[in-house]
Structure formats: structure tokens, C-alpha cells
């Protein structure tokens, strides 16, 4: 969902805090809200973590599916602040670390006993989850946390403006960057990929061709078609055609929909919004091929819920997110199509959610099903700033791209050696 959802503080495209961070008070004064949430049971009380969703009635369907359970009193607390990750690995430091949060798979969590095995609660319906969101989740054969929604990212763009430039939809970057060119006016920019670029850095390298790791947790992404791709982007950021410095960041539509820009990245969550400003007058595409050679993507971020393998309650933790994120499927599909559009992680939902059937809707089911990519659990946060730097310097600063790469394969290979030997 848009508000700084996934990977998109920096993407809704993942500004995941590193486990490092030093230990700070707790989550009190962060805003939100600590008051009990549960309904009349009398078993524990167990205290769950969200951030701040954007989509009105987001918290008051979290905090109405914690009433309905009957066996712990759960606790909900809204973390309004921007530095939701910082604020909660600080907390979970301390002696108010929540039982259960919301999050993104890192192998961090796991490696420090940090995140509870949720193993057996997942196998009895595995085959039912999708595939690459189980595999996202497992280290050494376990599962650490559950799929709530999963979260497609692509460019959305004004039919309208584009068929009165005469511009056909990309499908390379080559061809997006002309398309910028043509569309942008006076008044309008033709391409906005929000302030920082950082939404758009794996879908860049998966469309030419690579990958962040490969399957043996080596170094994938230091390749020919991505470097051409760094200097695309460069020749695109000083082309005057790109908007920067929007009042808000791409994972809010509003820049779109205001007419600020042609063509957007942004999430599936935006379609409800963007239809109510602009009827019909817009479509999505994937992120376009970086090179010939390589092939169209669509990142897929999204949330989960983990259990605090140190809590005190884990194991009613544990049953309460079974209750609710794996059989409670009404409230499932209520999260995921209520509030903004996402795509259940259960294929069983996904498949039978009337609201994800027709229109954009369905063709963003159809771009996720055909080129979806999803979170590597192996991939840190020390590894996402690593590429970051490389945009910084290359894209923005105009550092030859092999030379930023190899300063970040130093300092990917460094995390590297600590996870995995």
C-alpha cells in the first residue's frame, strides 16, 4: 500500500534498516496508537507493529481484524513517523519490542535469531501461497514470516497525452527516453521515477538482463547491459525531461494525477486513486528492456508479518497470525483489495478477487504474473545502499559507472563474507 510501503521511502523500494542499528528508546513517542485494540479475552496480550499506511480506512481494518480475535488481546501500534524501519529495530532492542511487525524478508533477521521459524504454520497450506513469495521467505529450508499483500510496480501513463504526441508505448529505455522528450511541455515533464531514482535501480537491472545476486549469493548485477543502463539513465537526468524535485515521492499518484507528468512509476496500490482523477485516461507497462538483450520487469515489493522470535509470547504470536494471515481468507482479500489494489499472495484469492479482473487492474495481474521479480532475502540494506551510491555518483554526478561499481562490489562482497562465509 502507497504510504512508505515497501521499498519506496527510498522505493516503497526498500529502505530496510540495517539489524545494526544502535539500540534508541522505545516507539512511545512515535505517534500512533497504545491503546488496546483486542477484543474481551482474556489471554495475552500481544502488541503487532504496522507503518502508516496512506489509504483511508487502512488502520481501522488492522485494528477491526485484532477485535475479532478471541484468544489474546492485540495490541495495535500505527507508526505515523517516516523512519518506521529505524524506530522498530530500535525498538526490538529494547524491553518494548513488539511480539509481531510488519516487514520485508532480510536474511539479517533470521541470522540473529531475531524472526521466529513459521514453518508450521505455512506447510499445511504452502502449495497456496505463491511460489517466488515462499521462496523470498526461506532460508535453509524454513519459512521466517508470512505474505500479506504483494505490491507490483510499473509506469502508469496519460492516454491521452501520449496519443496527442504521437508517442507509442516504450517497451526499451531508449524508446522511454524519446517518449520524454516528446511529452514533456511547459507544464508537463514526461517522465517522473521519483526524486531519488532509487525505485527504479533493480528493475533497471533486471531488464538488462541481470540480477543483484544469483543463486549461489554472487555478485550478478556488474554487468555490460547495466552499465550501458547507468549512463541511459544519466543521459535521461540531465535531459531537463524528468521530473524532479515533486512535492511527493512516486509512490503517491498525485504528481500523476495532477498533471505534473505524462508517465509514471509508481504501484498497483495507486489504481483506485488514479481512476477516480482520471476516469479511464491512463494504462500501465512494465519497466521497458535496458538493453536488446535484455527483457521487461516489474518489481514486486509488498509487506509481511514476522513474529519476534524473542517475544515472550511467541507462540501465541504465532497462532494469532495464523488466525488472521492464513485463515481468516475474508480479511485477507479485504487487505488486499479494499484499500488500494494488491494482489493476494494467496493464489486461491488471487485468483477468485473480483475487483483485480478487469481493466488496468487485470493488466497489472497480467505485467506482475509475466514479469514479475521479487525481494531476494539474501540481498541487505547494506547492499540496496550500495547501488543507491552508484546512482548517486554515476547518474546524478556523472562518475564512470565501472569505477561505481566496482566500489560497490567492495562493499557488497564485504557483506557477502559476513552472511554467507
Not at 498525485?254 to 496500490?269: D, E, K, V
Not at 495464523?322 to 481468507?329: F, G, R, V, Y
Not at 509475466?370 to 540496496?384: L, P, R, S
Amino acid at each position: 500500500m502507497s504510504a512508505m510501503s515497501s521499498n519506496n521511502w527510498n522505493r516503497r523500494n526498500v529502505l530496510r534498516a540495517a539489524m545494526g542499528l544502535a539500540a534508541a528508546g522505545g516507539l512511545a513517542a512515535c505517534g500512533g496508537n497504545n491503546g488496546r485494540s483486542g477484543g474481551s479475552s482474556s489471554g495475552p496480550t500481544l502488541n503487532q507493529y504496522f507503518h502508516a499506511y496512506g489509504e483511508a480506512g487502512t488502520e481501522q481494518a488492522i485494528k477491526k481484524y485484532a477485535k475479532a480475535y478471541d484468544k489474546a488481546n492485540v495490541t495495535t501500534q500505527w507508526i505515523t513517523s517516516a523512519d518506521f524501519e529505524s524506530k522498530l529495530f530500535a525498538t526490538l532492542l529494547t524491553k518494548n519490542a513488539p511480539d509481531l511487525f510488519e516487514f520485508h524478508p532480510q536474511i539479517q533477521m533470521v541470522k540473529s535469531g531475531q524472526v521466529a521459524d513459521l514453518t508450521d504454520i505455512i506447510d499445511p497450506v504452502k502449495s497456496d501461497f505463491n511460489p517466488a513469495d515462499i521462496k523470498s521467505h526461506t532460508v535453509d529450508g524454513k519459512i521466517y514470516g508470512v505474505r500479506m499483500i504483494d505490491d507490483p510496480q510499473f509506469f502508469f501513463y496519460r492516454k491521452s497525452m501520449l496519443e496527442k504526441a504521437k508517442v507509442e508505448v516504450p517497451t526499451t529505455l531508449d524508446e522511454l527516453a524519446e517518449a520524454a522528450a516528446k511529452l514533456t511541455t511547459g507544464k508537463v515533464k514526461g517522465l517522473y521515477m521519483g526524486n531519488d531514482l532509487h525505485g527504479v535501480i533493480n528493475p533497471m537491472i533486471w531488464s538488462a538482463g541481470a540480477d543483484t545476486l544469483n543463486e549461489k549469493n554472487e555478485i550478478a548485477y556488474h554487468t555490460p547491459g547495466v552499465i550501458e543502463g547507468i549512463k541511459k539513465m544519466r543521459k535521461l537526468f540531465t535531459s531537463g525531461n524528468l521530473l524532479l524535485g515533486a512535492p511527493t515521492e512516486s509512490w503517491d499518484p498525485s504528481s500523476f494525477n495532477q498533471g505534473l507528468t505524462a508517465i509514471q512509476f509508481c504501484g498497483m496500490w495507486a489504481m483506485p486513486a488514479i481512476q477516480e482523477a482520471l476516469g479511464d485516461d491512463w494504462g500501465v507497462f512494465p519497466f521497458p528492456k535496458t538493453v536488446d538483450s535484455g527483457k521487461q520487469s516489474v518489481y514486486n515489493g509488498g509487506w509481511s508479518m514476522f513474529v519476534n522470535a524473542k517475544s515472550k509470547n511467541v507462540d501465541a504470536a504465532k497462532e494469532y497470525v495464523k488466525w488472521l494471515w492464513i485463515d481468516q481468507k475474508q480479511y485477507q482479500e479485504d487487505w488486499a483489495t479494499s484499500y488500494g489494489f494488491h494482489i493476494p499472495p494467496r493464489s486461491s484469492l488471487a485468483q477468485s478477487a473480483t475487483k483485480l479482473k478487469s481493466g488496468n487492474a487485470a493488466e497489472g495481474v497480467k505485467l506482475f504474473n509475466e514479469f514479475g521479480h521479487f525481494d531476494n532475502i539474501g540481498w541487505t540494506q547494506a547492499m540496496i545502499t550500495a547501488l543507491e551510491d552508484v546512482f548517486a555518483d554515476s547518474v546524478r554526478k556523472d562518475m564512470d559507472p565501472e569505477a561505481a561499481l566496482d566500489k560497490a562490489d567492495t562493499a557488497v562482497n564485504r557483506e557477502l563474507k559476513k552472511l554467507f562465509g
